[in-house]
Structures are given as structure tokens and as C-alpha cells.
């Protein structure tokens, strides 16, 4: 992290504390975890890895705690908006920093204002993103930034919830001073609905710190969103709605953009009772013509001349002609959990593009390993089973954010919206995708090869995060094939006019893919997620098709045996890879450094294996029955 170079700014501060400087009295509690844990961290840091600290500090995972250290949606947002990051950038009310790391990714510095000592000086010690030592902490408020000696070309500021400043308008005002004649304000506000408290009487987004009174309630929602812009001061304004709210959006689109309204009502409508009501609200909104001022988040991106950076913008990215370019700004953006989907309207209703574009460089592999697979796989086809025209062929190019992926659109309809309990459509499932992976890994499997128990407890282990199987006396008997990385029913499209009966029309989202790798983590994966969509969730799921006699576990057993018999294994050695994809998974980011080894996403993925694990012995008593001779094929 940068340090406290005050000759930057015009004024000296009050005073240096921890190493950040200070121009400021107030002093607020961190958002989503404790002060004193803060400090704790920030004392660790200083001679420990952050995952090792971690671990001490968390014995029981932390997942929220994680998460609100680690996981910010910036790294979503910044897509639309990406032609205003450039050079000097300012990050007001910065909490413990992530969202000012992701922007110094892509601006060549960020100074990040906050008002939490403790939070500042945590981000001062973090080193988890390769561009820390651009930015600075610095100790401020809205009404004591401290003055430039050199002009900010982008100014950020999140202005939700506890941030929201008595006037809108003034708030504007005091951002604007600081910011040169041709560079761009970024606001993240609340929008009426979440401001009047609906959103938090309906469970939707993140909850108000404060409800507010039925009069203030009811002023928000007559009143709408009001622009506080002078429009003299910056001609251009760029308004987004954020979807369920601007703290934890799960979609980002334009304010007017039809299409992708149209797309986030349909989407919304195969989500939960809650999703249903609010996407039903909108709808309504919609045709009343209200809805452009009642979305519960906005991203207001305000310009001085209305081209974003001026004439004389340069930037990290733009110093580098080879990654000069900006991925789409239009459609539906939905967030993933370590990059984000741009859906892009074809003009006529349909869908014409999928873009998909990695959260942060940490996480540009897995735009390459989708790459590489996909081109593999789409244009090879040996003992012609017809799987190579399911996969989708894309292009790669290089952006702002790293290497982008983009691909057509996957005909069909998600197999997992024909996912349900009825034993019959639940074996229809399984059986749909079972057959697909056995025609797509038959072919290009290696030969079936001993393995030993030393080998396979290295491949099941993560010491790292306190990973290990059950105890492997013997060796194993195993190959080697493609494998996806996530094949869930939501992955498998297939002809709507069939259903769960097929036949299967795409697989898609191959980021986690290998040519040469795993087998069992797909098989395994499908029979898992295809029984927590059928029983609404992984614990019932297992209860239901995995350690209870009867007809959903008879369906997984009759897969399982269907897919050891095709490809040369023992159902043993199934059962005992049935967490592996979420080893692979983990390791993969380990190894990279992707949010997710250290923040609330791992701590779930590795309580999903020791849950599997814990409960190993109960699925061998109900699905372990001894192989009746039917391990051998053509692999062996």
C-alpha cells in the first residue's frame, strides 16, 4: 500500500496515525465487522500471510466477515462505466478498501477516503491485490477531503445508506471541487424504494441500518429519485439501476434500456416468491411509466463535457494500446461470483451476444482456461457422438479488465428448470446428463491407470484451508479426461420441446474447464446439484437421493453405476471424489489468488466437502452396493 506522500495535497494533515494520514475528527464504525478485529488483522499482517491470519481469526469460517472485507460489487459496475476510469481517482467513504483496489487495477492511482481508522489502516496492510502500493489511505469525510495539488480525473463516492448526505445536492457540490474540468463523477445511491425501507419489508437486497418513519417513508416514495446534478456543472449524466439494491446488486442496466428491463422482469419471474413479487412490481411500475425513478439503486456516471476523460485522459489502460478497449457497456449485466455477464439485445427482441468479463486480473485465467477448452472440445468430435455442437465456440480479446470472453447466445432452455422431486423426472435428469458426459469423456479418456493411496489423498487435500478425505487404505484405479468444472442442470440447455427428456442443445460457462483433469468432479457435481434443486438445498438434497433409501437415491445409485460400468471405475472410488469438484475448485483459486480462496465463497465451498465427507459413510451404506463386474470398458 502507498504510503502517506502528503506533499500531494495542498493542505498538511492534523496528524498521521498508523502510518495514514488525517484531516479529519470523525471517527465511524467499520460496516460488517468490528473495529478491534481490524486491528487485529491489520497487526497480523504486518508478519504473516493473510490467509494464515485468517484462519486464527476465524476458527469458525467468518463467512459474513469474510465477505464484508472482501467482496465488493465494484468489480461488476465498473463494466458500464469503464470510459471514465482513467489517471488520478479518488474513492470517498471507502470502507476497508476492496472497492479502491478494483479501480486501481485499471486508474493509475487512488486515493481512498474513509472514516474508520481501523478500517483504513487493515487496507494500508493489505497486500491481496497485486496494484495495493497504488493506493492510499487516507483519514476524511465529505467535508474535509483534503485539496489536490494536481486535479482527480475520476471522483467516487458511495453515497447509501449511512452515507447518504442530508443534501444530495451540496454532497455534489463538494465532489465536484477537487475533480479536473474534464474528468467524470461516479455516485452509488440509494434509490426511493430502498431509502422509504420497501425493499427491507420485503427481504429484498440488503437491509436499511435504520427503518425509516412513515412520513420520511412516504416522502421518498412520492418524490422518486431526484437528480441532484447541476447540469451546468456536468452536462452528461449516465444513470444505472442496480437490482436488488447498490450494495450487493445482483444486475446492473441503463435507466431506459427497454430490452434489458424486459430481460430482468423475465428473469426474475423463475426466481423465488420474493424475486416474483418485486419483478412483478416493476412490471407494473414499468407500464405506468414510474419505474425509471423507482429503482432501489442507482450509479449516476456524470461527465463535464460529455466525453468521458476529455482529450487529455490517460490511464493505466490506455498506455497500453494492446488493452484499449472497454467491454460492452450496454444489456444486462448480472454478477457472478468472480466475473460478470454482459446479456446484449439483438435490436429485435432476442439475444445477440453474451460477454463475459472477469472481475479483477487475479481471476483472467479462467477467462483463458474457457477459451482453450471451448476451442478444443467445439471443433473435435472423435467417434462422432454429436457432443462438439453442444459447446460453444467464443472469441477472447483483451480489455480494460483483462481477457474477455464473448460467445453467441446457447439455444434451449436451462435444464434445471425441469428439475423437480418427481422421481421420475428426477431419473430423467440424471440420465440426461450422465449420457452426455459419458460421450463426452469416453473418447478422449486416458487409459484407466493405478493410482496410490498417497496420490489420492494429495488430490483430495488442501492443507492450506485444513482440507483432508477420509482415510484411503488402498489404491484406486482411475483416468484422466476433460472435464467442465461446474456442470449444474443450470449449465445443460436442452430442447424446450423435450425437456428433462432432451435432447441436450448446449453446455455452457466452461471458466473452470481442463482438457486433461478430473473426471469424476462433473458426474459427481451434476447428481449433487440436480438433488439440492429437487429438495431446495444440498442438506436435504443428500437426505433425500444420497443417505435415505428410495427412489431418488435408487435414481443416483442406477447413474452412478451407469457411468463407473461405461467408463472402467470403481463406484468406491466414485463416492470417494464426490466432493472433488469443490477441491479442484478451491485449488485452482488458491493457486491463483482469486477472491474466493480467502473470502466467504471458499469458507462455503469447504463446509460443503467436510459436509460430504462427514457424512461419507452413510452414502457408501446407501449407495455403495459392491460392483457386480461392471467396472470394465473399453478404458480399462
Not at 29 to 53: C, F, K, Q, S, Y
Request: with cysteine.
Amino acid at each position: 500500500m502507498s504510503g502517506p506522500d502528503t506533499r500531494r495535497f495542498v493542505d498538511e494533515p492534523s496528524a498521521v496515525r498508523d502510518g495514514v494520514p488525517s484531516w479529519t475528527s470523525v471517527e465511524r464504525e467499520p460496516r460488517g465487522i468490528d473495529a478491534e478485529t481490524l486491528d487485529a488483522l491489520a497487526d497480523e499482517l504486518a508478519t504473516r500471510p493473510m490467509r494464515a491470519v485468517l484462519a486464527d481469526a476465524f476458527p469458525d469460517g467468518g463467512r459474513d466477515e469474510r465477505n464484508a472485507l472482501f467482496v465488493d460489487p465494484a468489480g461488476a459496475w465498473r463494466i458500464p462505466v469503464s470510459s471514465h476510469l482513467r489517471g488520478r481517482c479518488l474513492d470517498v467513504n471507502t470502507g476497508v478498501g476492496t472497492r479502491a483496489l478494483l479501480l486501481a487495477e485499471v486508474v493509475d492511482s487512488v486515493d481512498a477516503a474513509g472514516t474508520s481508522p481501523e478500517a483504513l489502516r487493515f487496507l494500508a496492510a493489505r497486500d491481496d491485490y497485486a496494484c495495493h502500493d497504488r493506493v492510499t489511505p487516507i483519514h476524511a469525510d465529505l467535508r474535509t477531503l483534503p485539496e489536490p495539488t494536481e486535479p482527480y480525473d475520476v471522483v467516487v463516492a458511495d453515497l447509501r445508506g449511512r452515507h447518504r448526505p442530508d443534501s444530495l445536492g451540496d454532497a455534489v457540490d463538494a465532489l465536484a471541487e477537487p475533480l479536473a474540468a474534464d474528468g467524470s463523477l461516479l455516485l452509488l445511491i440509494d434509490g426511493p424504494t430502498r431509502s422509504a425501507g420497501v425493499t427491507t419489508a420485503a427481504g429484498l437486497g440488503t437491509p436499511l441500518d435504520d427503518s425509516p418513519s412513515p412520513v420520511d417513508a412516504t416522502r421518498q416514495l412520492l418524490s422518486g429519485v431526484i437528480d441532484p446534478i447541476d447540469r451546468d456543472r456536468f452536462p452528461s449524466v449516465d444513470r444505472y439501476a442496480m437490482v436488488p439494491d447498490a450494495v450487493d446488486p445482483s444486475f446492473v442496466l441503463r435507466v431506459g434500456d427497454t430490452a434489458a428491463t424486459d430481460r430482468l422482469i423475465a428473469a426474475g419471474e423463475g426466481g423465488s416468491l420474493g424475486d416474483r413479487l418485486a419483478t412483478r412490481t416493476a412490471s407494473l411500475a414499468g407500464r405506468l411509466g414510474v419505474l425509471d425513478r423507482l429503482w432501489p439503486g442507482f450509479l449516476l456516471a456524470c461527465s463535464r463535457d460529455g466525453t468521458p476523460g476529455g482529450s487529455e485522459a490517460t490511464g493505466r489502460a490506455r498506455q497500453n494500446p494492446d488493452q484499449d478497449r472497454h467491454p460492452v457497456s450496454e444489456g444486462l449485466l448480472t454478477r457472478g461470483g468472480g466475473r460478470s455477464t454482459v446479456l446484449v439485445d439483438d435490436g429485435a427482441g432476442g439475444l445477440d451476444s453474451v460477454v463475459k468479463v472477469p472481475h479483477r486480473r487475479a481471476h483472467a485465467e479462467f477467462a483463458f482456461d474457457e477459451f482453450r477448452t471451448t476451442q478444443a472440445l467445439s471443433g473435435d468430435d472423435p467417434g462422432s457422438t454429436g457432443v462438439s455442437g453442444t459447446i460453444p465456440s467464443g472469441t477472447l480479446s483483451m480489455t480494460w479488465f483483462g481477457p474477455t470472453y464473448a460467445e453467441r447466445p446457447a439455444p434451449g432452455t436451462p435444464l434445471s428448470s425441469f428439475v423437480s422431486a418427481d422421481p421420475d423426472r428426477f431419473r430423467s435428469v440424471l440420465e440426461l446428463g450422465i449420457d452426455w458426459l459419458i460421450r463426452l469423456q469416453r473418447p478422449r479418456a486416458t487409459s484407466v491407470a493405478p493410482r496410490s493411496p498417497d496420490a489420492v489423498r494429495d488430490e483430495l487435500s488442501l492443507p492450506e484451508i485444513g482440507l483432508g478425505p477420509p482415510p484411503v487404505e488402498s489404491p484406486i484405479r482411475l483416468f484422466r479426461a476433460p472435464c467442465h468444472g461446474d456442470f449444474h442442470p443450470k449449465n445443460v440447455f436442452v430442447d424446450p420441446a423435450g425437456g428433462a427428456d432432451g435432447p441436450v442443445t448446449a453446455v455452457i460457462d466452461w471458466e473452470l474447464g481442463g482438457l486433461d483433469d478430473d473426471p469424476i468432479a462433473d458426474p459427481a457435481f451434476f447428481c449433487l446439484q440436480t438433488a439440492r434443486l429437487a429438495f431446495g438445498g444440498l442438506e436435504a438434497g443428500l437426505e433425500a437421493a444420497f443417505t435415505s433409501p428410495g427412489p431418488h437415491a435408487d435414481a443416483v445409485s442406477d447413474s452412478i453405476s451407469r457411468y463407473c460400468a461405461a467408463m472402467g471405475i470403481d463406484r468406491s472410488t466414485f463416492l470417494l471424489y464426490l466432493p472433488s469438484v469443490w477441491i479442484r475448485r478451491l485449488r485452482r483459486c488458491l493457486e491463483r489468488g482469486a477472491t474466493a480462496s480467502y473470502s466467504g465463497r471458499g469458507v462455503r465451498r469447504a463446509a460443503d466437502v467436510r459436509l460430504l465427507w462427514d457424512r461419507h459413510d452413510e452414502i457408501v451404506a446407501t449407495l455403495g452396493e459392491p460392483d457386480a463386474g461392471g467396472a470394465s470398458s473399453s478404458q480399462s
